[in-house]
């Protein structure tokens, strides 16, 4: 989108000046980051027409592989722009495919020539001058760099952060400081090498939040590779994320060096604590970490409060097995991004990656978590059945323990197979304590964990593992909407709605959120508006879900000629057992006359160790037959009868 037009865009109180990167609303400027004003333009040029997601993300991020929920929160910032209100849209989420523009669009000639946009230029205090051109295509391992780099930063920043603190007692915050990487910037000149800046956020984040989890909180990697490119003020990121503290960095190298850049803001006053920029070959990276630990404890006053003593904070932030090679490490990435996305073809596509990653290297254990996180979730999500994909997945967190018996991913994947297939109740609790032990800053083990005991109705404990996911990745729509399912397990069925509307307010389109959603509204008796919400799911590809729920609504309502034709459509519809027997469950809910058949189904489930039995104890729609014998004898064989 370099090549810009001399026209203005004018719609409504706006207007959009591509050549000036400028919106105007009533004529005053509005602020809006690079990628935020590049998905605009695109929406407006293409006015009236729907502009696929797969478009947007292909015209905007061209030369990166960043994550969909980048493209919600942009669009989400968009429409925050454009002072957007529920009786005035400009932009509508067409469910399944994109957005479209709304407003009509008229162009005005701006009379100025055509021009070429120049690439913003990086940081002077980051990068020399008389140096911009040495750097050339890298050709060296950069997993190992990516890590090593990572743990030359964190001791110097978590020594200087803490000095800081000491330094400055009376600002202490209280409970624990949380902290934000923000994406490395990377100034390369070559977008191809965004891997490797992306790398050392992540591997900046694993390691700093391994070093004093009971102090230091760090945000997870979801949460703030929203701003990446961003334009966003510190103190905005700051209140987004709930954060005190921000570290900024910028990397750039060649086949033989590497230079990165680091610094730490307080926000409160946006004073530097530290700032430091590091040249080094990249043979020696694996020594960096030991010369940096020499000169903080020459040059930096030394204070941790009495909390832990360097040598411990040394040992913490040592690294850790890795791949092999930077190909399985690039695949591996390229996994969790479709398996982020929570669609049938995305865990399809994780799947792919991640066994190619295995295959470039066949020790590299997390290659072999992902693949057991996915499998499993394409059994919870009945993607496929459940006695195909279980196996699957135990035979790959196992052996990703084998390899290393660290990777708190793989434990908690351990765990959701024990909780989902097996209904080891205590093993899976085991599992999961472990992971969090391990990785305490891992938001998906909390929330996993937040809803293993909302199952078993120890809803005070849940909500605290809930809100620390929430606290780690605050911008996560799967988080949300998982705290929202615990609302309305625990009857609190108002809080769900206005939980999941907070959810859909960044991405209309999330169905995750929708279905609690409509489940509330239907324990509500809002059948209307649950009703509408599921006439608008239908023409997406949860089709199998709208007519059950069509059928539960009609039969509550005692339309059961027309609750009848829509059970017999879902009948008919349904792929495979693993889809039809949960739907099956949801469209026989709405009436007691269907007792049995309910009964029989839960019992068919379980014989499938299906998921679908799992919420039974706390799930509102089993009220009517709480108390039957049958009913009774399940909990007892799922082990939910204490």
């Not at 040029?45 to 696929?52: D, L, M, P, Q």
């Amino acid at each position: 989108m370099s090549t810009l037009t001399n026209n203005l865009y004018e719609f409504g109180e706006c207007t959009l000046d591509p050549q000036g990167r400028l919106l105007k609303r009533n004529g005053d400027p509005v602020a809006l980051t690079p990628k935020a004003f590049d998905v605009l333009l695109l929406l407006v040029r293409n006015g009236g027409r729907i502009v696929t997601k797969d478009e947007l993300m292909k015209a905007v991020w061209p030369d990166s592989f960043v994550e969909e929920s980048n493209l919600t929160q942009t669009v989400f910032m968009v429409r925050k722009a454009l002072d957007e209100t529920a009786d005035r849209r400009y932009i509508l989420t067409v469910q399944g495919q994109g957005y479209r523009f709304l407003v009509p669009v008229t162009e005005a000639a701006k009379g100025a020539p055509e021009i070429e946009t120049p690439p913003a230029a990086p940081d002077p205090a980051a990068i020399s001058a008389n140096q911009s051109d040495s750097f050339r295509r890298p050709t060296r391992n950069w997993k190992t760099a990516v890590a090593a780099a990572a743990v030359a930063l964190v001791l110097i920043l978590a020594v200087a952060l803490w000095s800081w603190r000491s330094r400055h007692a009376t600002d202490k915050p209280t409970g624990r400081i949380m902290l934000a990487v923000l994406p490395f910037e990377n100034f390369t000149g070559d977008p191809a090498q965004e891997y490797f800046s992306d790398g050392l956020t992540e591997e900046m984040i694993s390691q700093l939040g391994d070093l004093d989890p009971n102090h230091l909180g760090v945000i997870a990697r979801t949460s703030v590779m929203q701003y990446k490119h961003s334009q966003e003020s510190i103190p905005q990121i700051a209140r987004d994320l709930g954060v005190q503290y921000v570290i900024e960095g910028s990397v750039r190298r060649d086949s033989e060096r590497v230079r990165i850049t680091a610094q730490l803001i307080q926000v409160k006053d946006q004073s530097h604590v530290w700032a430091r920029q590091y040249d080094r070959d990249l043979g020696h990276l694996l020594a960096l970490q030991g010369e940096i630990a020499r000169e903080v404890a020459n040059e930096i006053e030394f204070s941790l409060s009495g909390r832990r003593p360097i040598e411990a904070a040394r040992d913490a932030a040592s690294p850790v097995p890795g791949a092999n090679s930077y190909a399985a490490y690039d695949l591996y990435l390229k996994g969790r991004y479709f398996w982020n996305k929570r669609t049938a073809e995305g865990f399809r596509q994780a799947v792919e990656y991640f066994q190619q990653a295995i295959d470039k290297d066949p020790n590299y254990g997390p290659a072999y978590a992902g693949l057991a996180d996915t499998f499993a979730l394409m059994s919870t999500w009945y993607v496929g059945p459940q006695n195909e994909l279980m196996p699957k997945a135990r035979t790959a967190a196992l052996r990703a323990l084998q390899l290393d018996e660290s990777l708190a991913e793989a434990h908690a994947s351990l765990a959701l197979i024990k909780e989902n297939y097996d209904y080891d109740w205590a093993g899976s609790e085991k599992e999961f304590r472990r992971a969090i032990q391990l990785g305490p800053q891992y938001a998906t083990a909390h929330q996993w964990y937040a809803e293993f005991l909302s199952w078993q109705g120890r809803f005070a404990e849940a909500f605290v593992e809930s809100e620390r996911a929430r606290q780690l990745d605050p911008l996560s729509l799967i988080i949300a909407s998982d705290y929202a399912w615990t609302l309305y397990y625990s009857r609190q069925f108002d809080n769900a709605v206005k939980q999941c509307q907070s959810v859909l307010e960044l991405d209309p389109d999330f169905t995750h959120a929708q279905a609690v959603m409509i489940s509330s509204y239907f324990q509500l008796g809002r059948y209307d508006a649950a009703l509408d919400l599921v006439n608008r799911w239908a023409d997406s590809h949860e089709q199998a879900w709208a007519l059950a729920w069509k059928a539960a609504i009609a039969s509550r309502q005692g339309r059961a000629e027309e609750a009848n034709r829509e059970l017999a459509k879902l009948e008919q519809f349904s792929n495979s057992r693993a889809d039809q027997t949960p739907a099956l469950l949801v469209s026989y809910s709405g009436t007691a006359a269907q007792k049995e058949r309910v009964l029989d189904l839960l019992d068919e489930a379980y014989s499938q160790h299906s998921n679908a039995v799992v919420p039974i104890k706390v799930d509102p729609m089993y009220d009517p037959i709480r108390n039957d014998p049958r009913f009774q004898d399940l909990l007892r064989r799922v082990g939910l009868d204490q």
